[in-house]
C-alpha cells in the first residue's frame, strides 16, 4: 500500500513538472514562473561588480561606446558608474559633434536613488558641460566650463515637468520651443524575467528586464547570470550591445 502510494505521488509530481514545463515552453509570455524582482537582478549586478563594455548604435550604424561599472561604496552604498563617447547629430551645429562623458548615479542599499553626477565634454564649443542632482533637496545644479573659468551656474528643481521649461528658460531659449514632459506622467515601470539569448554561438539564461510607460514598452536590456549587460534595446532607435553579441 505504501510503495503504491508512493509511485502515486512520484507520478503526480512527474506530471505536475511536465505540465508547468509545456506552459513555460509554448507560452512563454502567459505565465509568471520565470519572473524574478528587479531588484534580486540588481543585487547580481552590484555583488559581482562586473565591467559591462557596450557599442552604441543608432539604427545599425554604431556611433558610440559605454562603460558601465556597478559599485559598492561605503556599508549601505552603491553608485552604477559611468563613462564613454559617442558622436551625435547637433540641430544646431555643423553635422555631428562628439562627446565624451563620464559620471555615476548613487543609491542606498535599496537602489533607490539619492543623487548623480554628469561631466560632458563637447568640441565646438570647446567646454565641459556638468550637472550634479540631489534627491533630497530636489535640486539640480549645472555649469558651464571654458578653459578653467565657469561661465554659466544655474540651480534648477529637480522636478520632471518643471526642469525641462527651467533649463530652457536659463539658456535664453523660449520654454515654448520644445515639448515639456508631464508632471502627470506615469513612472515607468520595470520588471525582470528569465529567458535565454545567443552568445559566443551559445544559448545562456539571461534576464531580461523591461521598461514600460503605461501600455507602451521603453527598454529592454539583458543581464548575463554574473550580472553584465550585453544587450540594451530602446524604443527610440539607439541600441547597446556587448562585443561578442549576435
Known amino acids: 500500500m505504501i510503495q503504491r502510494m508512493a509511485i502515486f505521488g512520484i507520478v503526480v509530481f512527474w506530471a505536475v513538472m511536465m505540465t508547468l514545463?509545456?506552459?513555460?515552453?509554448?507560452?512563454?509570455?502567459?505565465?509568471?514562473?520565470?519572473?524574478?524582482?528587479?531588484?534580486?537582478?540588481?543585487?547580481?549586478m552590484f555583488k559581482n561588480g562586473q565591467q559591462s563594455m557596450l557599442t552604441l548604435h543608432e539604427q545599425d550604424n554604431p556611433i558610440g561606446s559605454v562603460a558601465l561599472r556597478p559599485m559598492v561604496t561605503g556599508s549601505?552604498?552603491?553608485?552604477?558608474?559611468?563613462?564613454?563617447?559617442?558622436?551625435?547629430?547637433?540641430?544646431?551645429?555643423?553635422?555631428?559633434?562628439?562627446?565624451?562623458f563620464h559620471g555615476g548615479v548613487d543609491m542606498n542599499g535599496q537602489f533607490k536613488m539619492s543623487g548623480f553626477h554628469v561631466d560632458i565634454a563637447m568640441q565646438q564649443p570647446q567646454c565641459v558641460v556638468s550637472a550634479r542632482g540631489d534627491v533630497a533637496r530636489k535640486t539640480l545644479v549645472y555649469w558651464i566650463t571654458q578653459g578653467k573659468a565657469r561661465t554659466m551656474e544655474q540651480t534648477l528643481p529637480l522636478?520632471?515637468?518643471?526642469?525641462?521649461?527651467?533649463?530652457l528658460r536659463s539658456l535664453g531659449i523660449d520654454a515654448r520651443a520644445a515639448p515639456a514632459p508631464s508632471a502627470n506622467a506615469e513612472a515607468p515601470v520595470m520588471t525582470a524575467r528569465e529567458t535565454q539569448m545567443t552568445l559566443h554561438g551559445d544559448q545562456i539564461e539571461v534576464y531580461r528586464i523591461t521598461a514600460t510607460e503605461g501600455s507602451t514598452p521603453v527598454a529592454d536590456i539583458y543581464v548575463t547570470q554574473l550580472g553584465q549587460i550585453v544587450l540594451a534595446t530602446t524604443s527610440i532607435g539607439y541600441t547597446l550591445s556587448a562585443e561578442d553579441y549576435q
Open 76 to 100: 549601505d552604498g552603491r553608485t552604477l558608474d559611468f563613462s564613454g563617447a559617442m558622436s551625435l547629430k547637433v540641430a544646431l551645429g555643423p553635422g555631428r559633434q562628439r562627446f565624451n
Open 21 to 44: 514545463l509545456v506552459r513555460v515552453e509554448t507560452h512563454p509570455g502567459g505565465t509568471d514562473i520565470l519572473d524574478v524582482p528587479v531588484s534580486y537582478v540588481a543585487r547580481i
Open 159 to 167: 522636478d520632471a515637468g518643471q526642469i525641462g521649461p527651467a533649463l
